[in-house]
């Protein structure tokens, strides 16, 4: 039996790397660009906010870890200043601005949220989990990929890295 369900879970684990096999999010490269819909319920490209260095933190609202890492982000913000880094989260429970005003007014933050709960985002990004957070340098280039919670000294060191 045990045999059994290991094998059922190699097999689940091979068919999910074969549907995502080529796609997801690459460190040295751009990331996958969308237009994406914000809390105005506004088509953005994403190609055309990536102007400076950019964090793109991908949440949900029934995410634990996620409410601790906005914290993170809203001190890193006045720290390092929105004149030089840019924050953008993305919402992948959210269809519309409706889940993404209820998140930010919750945990009251000011930077854009946008709708990610569509395929092409969450096959293209290989979301399959919360947090992922992705350091972009002013380049339009990943220089680091998180997917998981991280402490706030490995946030500011990797904004630091994407700043240079």
């Not at 996958?32 to 994403?46: A, H, S």
């Not at 793109?56 to 995410?63: I, V």
């Amino acid at each position: 039996m045990i045999k059994l369900s290991v094998m059922i879970m190699f097999i689940v684990t091979l068919a999910a790397s074969v549907a995502y096999g080529s796609e997801g999010i690459k460190e040295g490269a751009p990331p996958p660009m969308f237009t994406l819909t914000d809390e105005n319920d506004k088509g953005v490209r994403l190609e055309s906010i990536l102007t400076k260095p950019t964090i793109m933190y991908f949440t949900h609202n029934a995410c634990f870890y996620c409410t601790q890492i906005v914290a993170y982000l809203k001190r890193a913000e006045k720290k390092f200043g929105r004149e030089k880094l840019q924050i953008i989260g993305v919402n992948v429970m959210a269809k519309d601005q409706k889940l993404i005003k209820a998140y930010k007014r919750e945990l009251d933050f000011t930077f854009p949220m946008f709708a990610g709960n569509r395929e092409d985002v969450l096959r293209a990004y290989k979301i399959n989990y919360v947090p992922l957070i992705i350091f972009v340098d002013s380049k339009k280039t990943v220089r680091k990929v998180v997917g998981h919670y991280i402490h706030e000294k490995e946030l500011h060191e990797n904004i630091k890295e994407i700043m240079k």
